[in-house]
């Protein structure tokens, strides 16, 4: 006999998992509604209420950064898939997206936030909307570049195999795109959007407390906090601060990275028998929710019914069609070189004339002494952490336990040591040129562990099983197995971390505690003085002496690099 049950229809219309979900889905609504709340508030409101070091504000501050950066990594996803996908699909578009790409991270933070502040404060004029936009963008320019290399390299790097089989079921565009390019690029991309946020963590003081000549904003959230922590020198606000991100870390990593990290792991080229899978409370939580398969059920309808938009073409192009594609090119050649032609205009105007001779030569020593700091720490910052990033990534329970604690570190902002830097460098007269050196390399060489790690996780277990039969170890093992497997990884990493630490440069060169001031020689130091006099021809001869170094150094040197190791180390 069936025993009675009252309540069978509460399980059948919802189950656990369902109410979990709702709970975290609501959390989230009043989230977004609460960090929304006086975004079209005048400025003065921000003078009405100043930014506070009690540590009651923090929670309300963190969400509203936090907030910001997602908003900002939300926009970082749609340049990479859109501006990734076309610089690696088009031979044509790739010539000029790619260098552009190299200009971009070479240019500072603090050079987008002093080119661009007047405009997106004249979006909405005299609203905190406007400056809310300025913050996000400036952040954005903080994740972006980085995710749209690792994506533009695994498109680059797709096995033949894939692609074959994609061609044999006759996949249209749009469907190879989200059935083939998107999962085999998504386990590199989901590592680097972790080292992203955590980029964002890094100059959250920068983008938050906008400082530009007798324009001085402070928005509310955790890099304003900072800051004026920093300028009052008090380290009770400033472990609050550490406390705080440490927290928000934590829970992001909880609720969305760990849960895709263990996602993703079905997209990986194999699959080893009994290996041990990634897991996440929040991802079983989604695959047992009815709530949040119907939205995934209606994510995949839509991407099958858009794909019908994209027709496959079967027949070959006729001869025909050759000469509007020449005619494509030589139109593309022509705005390239108009483009050229124009900018060259505007920095000889801008620049060249208004320039001394002796500034000149000054600006290229000092980012001859900002170069050599990068090479040096980029060295030994690889020395370090790459047999490390192969020990954790050849291992997934350690990854999933290094994973936070990468992504806190890489999120410490390099203001959080001013403290100690100053104070270190001042009672044993130390010198500034060497001990601000390692500031810069703070937040930037985790893109080379996370991007190792990424890399190793994906060594295929053939190649590992043929190297334990062969009994291939030491040193041959890494010349053999390890290096060209993860080459081309780490050289997406150490570009990125090169142009990071150039960026950083501006932060650590010229340290601030209180009034007092630390300075190392360099352009870093350079930029910020010029951003913080409102000097803005110096600001631009300082940030297009810094793009003209970076992008040099990647076409000499790492961008060969990264071919020769797409082309060689590709795995068929």
Known sequence: MKRFEPYVFLRDFASRWDVLAFIVVIGLVVFLGETSRGLFAPLTALEVT?????PSHLPEYAARTTFRMFAALALSLLFTLTYATWAAKSERAGKLLVPILDILQSVPILGFISITVVFFMSLAPGRVLGAEFAAVFAIFTSQAWNMAFSFYQSLRTIPIELSEAAESFRLSPWMRFWQLEVPFGMPALIWNMMMSMSGGWFFVVASESISVGHTTVALPGVGSYIALAIEQRN??????????MLIVILLYDQLLFRPLVAWVDRFRVEQEPGARVPDSWALTMMRRSRLIQ????????AVMFTSRAVKRRDQPLRQSSDKPRRSLDLLWVMLIVAAVVAGLWHIVVVLIQNTPLKEALQVCGLASLTMLRVFVLIAFASLVWVPIGVWVGMRPRAAQIVQPIAQFMAAFPANLLFPIAVYGIVRWKLNPDIYLSPLMILGTQWYILFNVIAGASSIPAEMR????????????????VALPAILPFYVTGAITASGGSWNAAIVAELATWGDTHIQARGLGSYIAEATNAGD??????GIGAMSLFVVVINRLFWRPLYYYAERKYRLT
């Open 465 to 480: 099983y043929v190297a334990e039969n062969f009994r291939i170890t030491g040193w041959l093992w890494w010349r053999k």
């Open 50 to 54: 100043p930014i506070s070091l009690d």
């Open 235 to 244: 380290l009770t606000a400033i472990g609050w601060a550490i406390a705080t």
């Open 294 to 301: 119907g939205a995934t059920l209606a994510f995949h309808t």
């Open 536 to 541: 803005f021809h110096r600001i631009v001869l």
